[in-house]
């Protein structure tokens, strides 16, 4: 999972995968990209789409992975990190350069 500044830093980009690597079908977590300002404080938060079909996936098959794309176009001078959240915990975060 990554989430990268475009380079004019007006846009964050949010990619990876969910895998599923046990032998029972899961349910999805939720993938969440919060953007902070220097202080900390969350200046917007967004729920990332999982999988690349009309409908959101919800379930995850058995040995298999699924595809997360987003992106969160005017984004507020002011915030200088992006945080990706999966069901619920931090993942990573990324500071803008």
Do not use: C, Y
Request: aromatic share 4%; hydrophobic share 40%; proline share 3%.
């Amino acid at each position: 999972m990554r989430a990268s500044w475009d380079a004019d830093g007006k846009s964050v980009l949010v990619e990876g995968f969910v895998l599923n690597l046990s032998e029972s079908q899961q349910r999805l977590p939720e993938v969440r990209l919060v953007l902070r300002n220097a202080q900390g404080e969350v200046l917007h938060e967004a729920v990332m789409r999982i999988g690349d079909g009309e409908e959101p996936a919800r379930l995850l098959a058995p040995a298999t992975d699924t595809q997360i794309s987003g992106r969160v176009d005017a984004v507020s001078e002011e915030a200088v990190e992006a945080a990706i959240f999966v069901g619920g915990e931090e993942d990573l975060s990324s500071t803008r350069s």
